[in-house]
């Protein structure tokens, strides 16, 4: 049953993340060098393209630094790779917390 109201807090946390990053890019279109066919489609471009490149860094900073990251999580019911469920975490909650800063 946890299992179940953590899929749907996450799941409505991509959809407000993905609101909340086509409301930045409205805002930024006089800036964009080209005319967007759909803003939802560039936002989740934005969330997976930067959910990567955090995936990326924190995959070559435990390299470096010898750290020993499990391969998978048993969440639940779910196996999951810890990396990519922080990177996506944080790639989420990153225009939320911005949409808040711009409203202070």
């Known amino acids: 049953m946890i299992g179940y109201l953590i899929l749907l807090l996450f799941i409505i946390l991509i959809v ?3 609101r909340s990053k086509i409301l930045l890019n409205q805002k930024r ?4 060098p080209e005319i967007i066919a759909s803003p939802v489609s560039q936002a989740l471009t ?3 393209g930067t959910a990567g490149g ?3 860094s924190l995959v070559m900073l435990a390299a470096f630094l010898e750290i020993q990251i499990p ?3 048993l969440l639940f019911k ?3 790779d810890p990396l990519a469920f922080f990177s ?3 790639t989420l909650l990153q225009p ?3 949409r808040v800063i711009q409203k202070i």
């Open 16 to 18: 407000f993340s993905v």
């Open 29 to 32: 279109r006089k800036d964009l």
């Open 46 to 48: 934005q969330i997976l």
């Open 54 to 56: 955090i995936y990326l």
């Open 71 to 73: 391969q998978k999580v």
């Open 78 to 80: 779910w196996s999951i």
């Open 88 to 90: 996506l975490s944080i």
């Open 96 to 98: 939320l917390i911005l």
